[in-house]
């Protein structure tokens, strides 16, 4: 163990001192990390949502068991009731009222309270109850009485409520009372019959607990609450939020978001004898229904497997990522000017591919060099042929023959011009030895070049210069307009019929250096068009042509250099492309 543990830190030594925030060890070990986690929530929320679900299942399969249950037992009592009221009319209507009573023994059920008939007029015929009926109390006033016309022979049922016919207890009981018809040797009779069902077993079946904080509760036709655990609660205030939609709701199941983020499921079922409805309410919270012990141990599964799952993504990191550190410090050494160092690092085949290219990168630097000092030579020769090429003794003779000729004609100001003109052409072509100058010397330099030119033509063209002042601050090579405008005004505007145009402008395009020369001379025709740039061609009017174009791409690279767009007889359009140098 302590021989692996010193092997660990020999090869942790090289990586720990080097270890950057952005460094591929930190970035693969969180992102491994970061992935594996993000994995394992979505897992875990994907069964906690399976859970859930299958709990909630569960719980509406059982809170509408429950619910049926509940509404089959009372929808039993209700028909049991109406049972006895049937069998009674049916008595009453085939034998006298005294003979019904004296033939027959009523033994009631415990949840039927009493039995009674009353005449239309309210006054009593008949009762089960051994229990005196109040003196002073007005039957047809009572809700039970007044909602059934008697013999109709059809029901109705009350809501629970206290019976107050009867002296001693009151009791709390659902009243069904039926329209019959009986005859006695008085005549026919029509009549209200009263069975009273005791409440308490209704109240009994409707205490069952749904889950946790579950309760069960009854409503009625016209939005009437008929019973409710927390009856009093409701009736001083505090609403009950599931009974609007118990109303709304014919039957089934609906789950109801609360304020508190939690949910509450509503099941609702018709009861078959009456327009009563059984609700049953009860959270709906999925795996939070069960305590927190299983939460506690799904939060420790959780958080062990993060734990191993960032020491193997630390692991993991450590042996991809080590070879490369070993390449990265062969390559300080390269870069610090050692190009003897030679990588014997081995890995997978992405590292060994990478440490072949890098002995293969070190044999090109020393070649590339090497290519760079000759091509350092070449770019000075093919300056100094440029420089020559503008300096040739043929334009200095032209010009200074014009300066003799206008000094002989008494033309002083023409001769100033001129020589000054020629004077600042010189200076700037030199400039110091320097290889760059600013935009706007170059834009001056041309300037020179065209007074010259435009004097010895006896102004057989205009010329126009425009640039932004920010352009002009920026460096470029020189003497790479005079050139182009040289090839336009021998080539283009000098021999016109008609006055000539040269145009030229320096501007910024695409983050490039752009100068513009067009005219409106003779053009190019399109088969020499074509060939203007060719290294092989030795015209004498494209020497300086080519010599700008082959200085700017050994300078900055084959993206920039000549671009021509010509038309006969139209003119010709030559543009500059050079990157942005900053002064």
């Known amino acids: 163990m302590k021989r692996l543990w010193k092997k660990w830190q020999q090869k942790t030594s090289f990586l720990l001192p080097r270890l950057k925030w952005n460094s591929l060890f930190i970035l693969i070990a969180a992102t491994t990390t970061v992935i594996a986690v993000i994995a394992m929530l979505l897992i875990v929320y994907v069964m906690n949502r399976r859970f859930d679900e299958s709990i909630d299942r569960t719980l509406q399969q059982n809170n509408t068991q429950l619910v049926d249950n509940v509404a089959t037992s009372i929808d ?68 039970w009485f007044r909602s059934i016309a ?32 009986w005859e006695d040797e008085r005549g026919k009779h029509r009549g209200v019959m009263l069975v009273d ?69 509503v099941t609702v079922k018709k009861l078959k004898n009456t327009d009563w409805k059984i609700a049953g309410v009860c959270s709906m919270n999925g795996l939070l229904t069960f305590d927190g012990e299983l939460r506690n141990f799904i939060t420790l599964v959780v958080v062990c497997a993060a734990i191993v799952i960032i020491a193997l993504s630390v692991f993991v990191s450590f042996l991809i990522s080590n070879p490369l550190l070993r390449l990265m410090h ?33 044999y090109k630097i020393k070649q590339l060099m090497e290519q760079v000092i000759q091509e350092q030579k070449q770019l000075r020769k093919s300056e100094m042929n440029t420089l020559h090429a503008q300096i040739n003794p043929h334009f ?40 760059t100058i600013s ?39 020189k003497i790479m307009l005079q050139p182009i405008i040289e090839n336009a005004v021998i080539h283009g505007v ?6 000539g145009i040269i145009d030229i402008r320096a501007e910024i395009k695409n983050d490039k250096l752009v100068y513009t020369v067009r005219d409106n001379g003779f053009g ?23 010599n700008v174009h082959q200085r700017i791409q050994l300078m900055y690279g084959s993206d920039y250099g000549l671009q021509f767009k010509s038309e006969p007889d139209e003119g010709t359009e030559v543009s500059i492309l050079l990157p942005l140098v900053e002064a």
């Open 396 to 435: 200095l003779y032209n010009t200074l023959d014009s300066i003799v000729w206008m000094a002989e004609s008494g033309d002083q100001q023409s001769v100033v011009k001129m020589i000054t003109a020629l004077a600042q052409f010189f200076r700037l072509s030199l400039s110091g030895g320097s290889h």
């Open 197 to 265: 069902m005791n409440f308490n077993n209704i109240k009994e079946l409707c205490s069952k607990e749904l889950g946790e904080n579950g309760y069960l509760y009854i409503v009625g036709a016209n939005d009437k609450l008929i019973y409710h655990p927390r009856q009093q609660m409701i009736y001083a205030g505090i609403s009950d939020s599931s009974i609007p939609i118990a109303y709304n709701l014919t039957e089934g199941n609906s789950v109801v978001p609360q304020d508190d983020g939690e949910r509450m499921l």
């Open 524 to 546: 190019i025709k399109p088969e020499k068009l074509e060939h203007v740039l060719d290294i092989g061609c030795s015209s004498k009017s494209r020497v300086g042509i080519k």
């Open 439 to 477: 935009v706007g010397d170059e834009l001056s330099h041309a300037e020179n070049y065209l007074v010259i030119q435009k004097m010895r033509y006896d102004d057989q063209f205009s010329y126009t210069i425009m640039a932004d002042d920010k352009v002009k601050s920026y460096k470029t090579l």
């Open 150 to 181: 008697p013999g109709s022979r059809i029901y109705t049922l009350t809501e629970p409520h206290v019976q107050r016919l009867y002296g001693g207890e009151y009791r709390w009981v659902i009243s069904l009372s039926k329209g019959i018809e």
């Open 76 to 143: 039993s009592y209700i028909a049991e009731m109406i049972s006895v009221s049937d069998t009674i009319s049916k008595l009453l209507s085939d034998n006298n009222v005294n003979s019904v009573f004296q033939n027959y023994h009523f033994v009631l059920r415990d949840d039927i309270d009493t039995i009674a008939v009353f005449d239309e007029q309210g006054q009593l015929v008949m009762k089960t109850d051994q229990r005196p009926l109040k003196e002073h109390v007005d039957v047809k006033k009572q809700t």
């Open 330 to 362: 062969l390559m300080g050494r390269v870069e610090a000017g050692e190009l003897s160092a030679f990588s014997t690092v081995r890995s997978v085949y992405e590292v060994n591919e990478l440490s072949t290219s890098f002995n293969q990168m070190v």
């Open 494 to 499: 000098g021999n016109l019929p008609h006055p």
